[in-house]
């Protein structure tokens, strides 16, 4: 089973322009999660979607958005770009059948795919 | 490779040692761990799991221990070999949902051949 890819790997972009990453889970997974992981901060949430709703959401600014499209393939939308937005995006897919992943016993793994090392100028 | 981390704690290890990891979480409310590696290059891999009703989890080579009392949690790896080296993190579902993960720093283990 091919795992999670991301797309693209490494982006270029400067101040104020926006950009879109892209993630498409394991198949059948319907979750998927979207992290920041930077040097200073670590890895952070940002949020979560499963079949098509924002699910959970982390504490970024309203300049990152994201999407889940009826395929479970999910993007996330940074807008206004700064230069603190430099990071290594990565997401997360798992079967995400239930809200809380211990729910009778069973768990909801989170699987991560390599990231995409977003770099502004 | 990637770099995740500039001032990570680190801990270096002889291959075949026993190798302990610690992680001080924030939540008490937390109530489901996890260990994660991450290489580098690559996105974190799930290690192991454990609930709030347990103390201690075993899988293969490694073993997880909870104390919520102090809410510290470790990651014990026997018999350290080379592939081991990597950052480790531990996360916590403190936000109450198991897909809302806060991870802890990381930890570089670096293991001496």
């Known amino acids: 089973k091919a795992g999670v890819t991301q797309t693209p790997r490494y982006l270029i972009k400067t101040r104020g322009q926006q950009v879109t990453l892209s993630c498409s889970p394991i198949s059948g997974h319907r979750s998927v999660s979207w992290y920041q992981q930077t040097p200073g901060q670590g890895l952070q949430f940002l949020f979560e979607?499963?079949?098509?709703?924002?699910?959970n959401k982390g504490n970024f600014p309203g300049r990152f958005s994201g999407r889940q499209f009826s395929n479970s393939r999910s993007e996330m939308n940074v807008s206004t770009l700064e230069l603190g937005d430099s990071a290594l995006y990565l997401c997360?897919?798992?079967?995400?059948?239930?809200?809380?992943?211990?729910?009778?016993?069973?768990?909801?793994?989170?699987?991560f795919g390599p990231g995409t090392r977003l770099t502004v100028l | 490779g990637e770099s995740v981390g500039l001032h990570l704690p680190t801990l270096s290890v002889q291959e075949g040692d026993n190798s302990i990891i610690n992680c001080a979480y924030s939540?008490?409310?937390?109530?489901?761990f996890i260990w994660y590696k991450q290489e580098s290059g690559k996105g974190p891999q799930f290690i192991i799991d454990?609930?709030?009703?347990?103390d201690k989890r075993q899988g293969q080579r490694v073993t997880v221990l909870l104390n919520k009392t102090v809410k510290h949690l470790s990651l014990q790896i026997a018999a350290t070999q080379p592939g081991d080296s990597a950052v480790y993190f531990c996360a916590e579902n403190s936000g109450g949902s198991n897909y809302k993960l806060t991870f802890g720093k990381g930890t570089l283990l670096t293991v001496n051949p």
């Open positions: 939540n008490s409310a937390s109530d489901y």
């Open positions: 997360a897919s798992s079967p995400g059948t239930s809200g809380r992943a211990f729910s009778k016993g069973s768990y909801n793994e989170q699987f």
């Open positions: 454990i609930r709030s009703n347990m």
């Open positions: 979607y499963f079949s098509e709703t924002q699910r």
